[in-house]
């Protein structure tokens, strides 16, 4: 069934190594399940467009749902979209999730193959929407990030979805931190969220309800501008979740 209220998760994890696979889906992704009414069945498609749609990485996501009632498909747009009616396909998901990678690349094509309208429709009919890193910022106004090379730049073209920004890889990044607390004071990110690496923000509507980690000593973060031009910060507890 699908979910009352619109809703995103959006995260910097998911996938954790697997034990006789390469991944395992983590907490962060049964999450995704458990809010999309924890269907008998749960339908879920990856869409990896920020990496390429990379062949041994669809095949990798398929195995690690091996031994599951899961049914797993991926969305690719290299060479040309897999499926005939992509509409279609997505709106008949319990959870649509997006791979990390280049956010700019990602949302070039999404805009170019007409996604960005279909997820819109997507996310309104309760599909729920959750993803890590780029498929974390996708659904914000934009964060940071190292779509065009090693320096971090700012992204300030997401979907906006959501009216806040995002910063990602908050604790594993050295880069992040400072260059998020500069756009943020200098206008050219709004407020919002970042997430250190396992961590997830739980949006119904555009509120953030709460975040949620898959591991302990990790949090998410408030960054809003104050009315003197700097910046405050606000750490944000995580419910921790089970099965790490």
């Known amino acids: 069934m699908p979910a009352e209220t619109p809703t995103i998760l959006a995260t910097s994890g998911g996938f954790l190594p697997g034990r006789r696979t390469p991944l395992r889906p983590g907490p962060l992704l049964e999450l995704g399940i458990e809010l999309a009414g924890a269907p008998r ?3 879920i498609c990856f869409i990896g467009t920020a990496l390429g749609d990379q062949a041994h990485w669809n095949a990798a996501i398929h195995a690690a749902w091996y031994g599951r009632d899961v049914l797993v498909t991926c969305l690719d747009l290299f060479p040309m979209p897999n499926v005939e009616d992509v509409d279609t396909l997505l709106r008949a998901q319990d959870v649509i999730w997006v791979g990390g ?3 700019a690349n990602l949302l070039a ?3 170019l193959h007409g996604l960005d309208a279909i997820l819109r429709r997507c996310w ?3 599909v729920v929407l959750g993803g890590v890193s ?3 910022i996708c659904w914000h106004t934009g964060g940071t990030t190292d779509s065009f090379g090693p320096d971090l730049r700012a992204l300030t073209d997401g979907l906006g979805f959501l009216p806040w920004s995002n910063c990602v890889h908050y604790d594993a990044e050295e880069q992040r931190r400072p260059l998020y607390h500069r756009l943020i004071a200098a206008g050219e990110l709004p407020a919002g969220y970042a997430t250190d690496n396992g961590v997830g923000l739980l949006y119904r ?7 949620v980690a898959d591991g302990p000593g990790r949090a998410a973060y408030f960054v809003e501008r ?3 031009g700097t910046v405050a910060e606000r750490r944000i ?3 921790l979740l089970t099965g790490g």
């Not at 509507?205 to 975040?211: D, P, Q, S, Y």
């Open 226 to 228: 104050r009315g003197d």
């Open 41 to 43: 069945l749960p339908r």
């Open 237 to 239: 507890e995580p419910r």
């Open 109 to 111: 094509l999404w805009r």
């Open 124 to 126: 309104e009919a309760g």
């Open 205 to 211: 509507g555009l509120v953030m309800e709460e975040a």
């Open 101 to 103: 990678g280049s956010t």
């Open 134 to 136: 780029a498929g974390s």
